[in-house]
């Protein structure tokens, strides 16, 4: 039996839900690079691996001299690569966020 999205409650949902990207392991980093960065940035997926960058050190990288230093020289990777960190940073903050409104809309029903 499916239950149609207005039945579903807050624990069924965020069952349905990815895991946050804090929760990321090394793996899963390495799985994200591939499905979001160019078929030439791939090839960093070593660094990434050697490294152990994980969904919590993903977030944490912030600039290009961060990458420099992993081992991507290229600079037009490099930005590619620190673009969809960003993009993904974003999608977080916007999860986060969606959740602590949920999350109060529910205390504010419960008083």
């Known amino acids: 039996v499916h239950?149609?999205?207005q039945t579903l409650h807050y624990s069924q949902?965020?069952?349905?839900?990815?895991k946050p990207v804090y929760m990321w392991t090394v793996a899963d980093t390495l799985?994200?690079?591939w499905r979001h960065c160019n078929e030439?940035?791939?090839k960093y997926q070593e660094?990434?691996?050697?490294?152990?960058?994980t969904g919590r050190a993903l977030l944490r990288i912030t600039d290009e001299q961060t990458l420099?230093?992993?081992g991507i020289h290229d600079e037009k990777d490099r930005g590619?690569?620190?673009?969809?960190?960003?993009?993904q940073r974003l999608k977080t903050d916007i999860m986060e966020i969606r959740d602590m409104e949920l999350m109060n809309n529910v205390y504010q029903n419960c008083y």
């Open 68 to 70: 420099y230093r992993m």
């Open 13 to 18: 949902l965020k069952m349905a839900r990815p």
């Open 31 to 33: 799985k994200w690079l």
């Open 3 to 5: 239950a149609s999205p």
């Open 47 to 53: 660094l990434f691996q050697r490294h152990e960058i």
């Open 80 to 87: 590619d690569i620190l673009r969809e960190i960003i993009k």
């Open 40 to 42: 030439r940035c791939v």
